[in-house]
């Protein structure tokens, strides 16, 4: 009888550890996942700061530059008329708040395009 009380005890603690392994995992993953997601919402947020600089920056032709951000890092991509535009652009998106670096991957317009 006593041995019989001693294997049920054992096996409801094997039990109860098994059965909390899941929940533990579980808690650990939507942490991640939200973290995930307020660095996405961050990067969004960065990325659109920059493009709202740069569109109302006089003299320079923003329509066709975009930013993209990630972990304060921006990347300009598109086209711009002339080598001026383009510096232009990469210096200000270096002056938004929040960016740490910029990679300027605006090409020069083609005419006719």
């Known amino acids: 009888m006593k041995s019989t009380n001693i294997f049920l005890a054992a096996a409801i603690s094997i ?3 098994i059965a ?8 650990e993953t939507g942490a991640a996942t939200s973290s995930k997601s307020s ?7 960065l990325a659109k700061q920059v493009q709202t600089t ?3 920056q006089k003299g320079l032709e923003s329509a066709d530059i975009h930013a993209v951000a990630r972990s304060g890092k921006v990347t300009l991509v598109g086209m711009a008329p002339d080598q001026k535009q383009i510096d232009l652009a990469g ?5 938004v708040p929040g960016v740490s670096s ?3 991957n605006l090409t020069l317009d083609e005419a006719g395009h």
Do not use: D, F, H
């Open 54 to 56: 740069l569109y109302k």
């Open 20 to 27: 909390t392994v899941p929940v533990v995992n579980a808690q």
């Open 15 to 17: 039990g109860a550890m």
């Open 39 to 45: 660095g996405r919402a961050a990067n969004r947020q």
């Open 102 to 104: 910029v990679t300027n």
């Open 91 to 95: 210096k200000i998106a270096e002056g």
